[in-house]
């Protein structure tokens, strides 16, 4: 990540010592450098295995203080910038539901469920795509979930003057709000992380953000996936489970090895943000 000094670097993201290095998938790898990389010699190195560099597909992402276009940068279909993906996905959404107006008009020519099933097929999944990753704020949580019902009142061609229920519309579709999805979907991608081997680079991520080194960045802190992991958390009544350090981290790796506990914390998240959603 060439223009971002080592310090920069290592505050935002952790200890140099467990940053991963190299991030792989399929065919797309990300390299990660305290300095310009010369992309001509990474090309020497891997033709000895055979293998070739793109250059024309081949982007450079400048992290540092102050710069926000690495937020539009795009890995595996995803943007990196969780708003800047919310908002493109609603867009996708919005545009697949689009193509299929005339499903949600035919009345009953299509059965509701049928309706409902191809809703969650073509639109609903464009929608969460990979939305396990998004570390939303709480009011971005509140927009996602009336961005959703309206897709659900488009699907059920719902118009005003006729006013339903928040409650009533989610029994009518068999739908929950879309910010319980998300956390479902957010656990679990935890957990199945937390299993796996200590050396990948996503552990080795998520070590490396706890490791404290240098001076704290001035202003208001980051909404990260740790930060709204630990939120999940602190509304479970009577539970002293949290993840601020590294000892918190370790603590629910133990946890998820065993998984019918982990089963059943994950229920009492999912319960715990249910009725939060209820009371308002």
């Not at 000895?48 to 940068?73: A, I």
């Not at 279909?77 to 499903?103: C, H, W």
């Amino acid at each position: 990540m060439p223009g971002l000094s080592r310090s920069d670097l290592i505050l935002w993201l952790g200890s140099e010592k467990v940053l991963p290095r190299e991030i792989a998938y399929a065919d797309d790898v990300d390299f990660v450098a305290f300095q310009d990389i010369d992309i001509e010699e990474v090309g020497k190195v891997l033709e000895k295995y055979n293998l070739q560099v793109n250059v024309d597909k081949t982007e450079f992402t400048n992290l540092s203080r102050g710069e926000t276009n690495w937020q539009t940068t795009k890995k595996v279909g995803t943007l990196i910038g969780d708003q800047e993906d919310i908002e493109r996905r609603k867009q996708l959404s919005s545009a697949a539901l689009v193509k299929l107006k005339n499903v949600w008009l035919k009345g009953d020519k299509i059965t509701k469920n049928t309706k409902l099933k191809l809703y969650k097929a073509l639109v609903k999944s464009v929608l969460t795509y990979n939305c396990g990753t998004w570390a939303p704020t709480q009011s971005q949580e509140e927009r996602l979930n009336a961005f959703h019902r309206k897709q659900l009142k488009k699907v059920l061609n719902i118009k005003y003057p006729v006013k339903i229920t928040n409650s009533s519309l989610y029994n009518k579709c068999n739908e929950r709000p879309l910010s319980i999805f998300i956390l479902e979907s957010r656990w679990h991608l935890f957990g199945h992380i937390l299993r796996r081997d200590s050396q990948i680079p996503a552990n080795q991520a998520m070590s490396g953000y706890f490791v404290t080194e240098g001076s704290k960045f001035k202003g208001r802190p980051l909404t990260t996936l740790p930060v709204v992991l630990n939120r999940d958390l602190s509304r479970i009544i009577n539970c002293n489970l949290q993840l601020k350090n590294s000892h918190d981290l370790e603590h629910l790796r133990s946890i998820v090895q065993q998984r019918d506990e982990w089963t059943k914390l994950t229920a009492r998240i999912r319960e715990a943000a249910e009725a939060s959603q209820s009371e308002h």
